[in-house]
């Protein structure tokens, strides 16, 4: 489905969970793809992702959503934080930075 919205040569490309049904190898694979596509190609690449890793990893710009509404935006490391995960999902984080991008473990719920 990819390459037959790339037969018509966007200016922009926009993918809903384009990874769900696959395994961790073909995600990778896939994301790669639109990331390269995305800087060799002068395509916008918008993409909705639930993983947030792979969010992370694969992002210049996250948009966070809380009740259907932008909450924050800016790069990975600025929107991924441990106050903005308690305050969007009502979770306990852990977030540590890695080689390959963040590394976000949930601890448990926030205590209300």
Known sequence: MIARALAQQP???????????????????VLELVRKLAKHSDI????????????????????????????????????FTCTNMERVYGVKMEIVSETHGLKMTAIGPVET
């Not at 200016?11 to 694979?29: N, V």
């Not at 918008?46 to 890793?53: C, M, N, T, V």
């Not at 259907?68 to 935006?73: E, H, I, K, L, P």
Request: glycine residues 4%.
């Open 11 to 29: 200016d922009l490309l926009l993918l809903d969970e384009p990874t769900s049904a696959l395994d961790i190898r073909h995600q990778l694979e």
């Open 44 to 79: 916008l690449v918008i993409l909705i992702l639930h993983d947030l890793e792979l969010a992370a990893r694969y992002s210049d710009r996250i948009y966070m959503l809380k009740d259907g509404q932008v909450f924050t935006s800016g790069r990975p490391e600025e929107v």
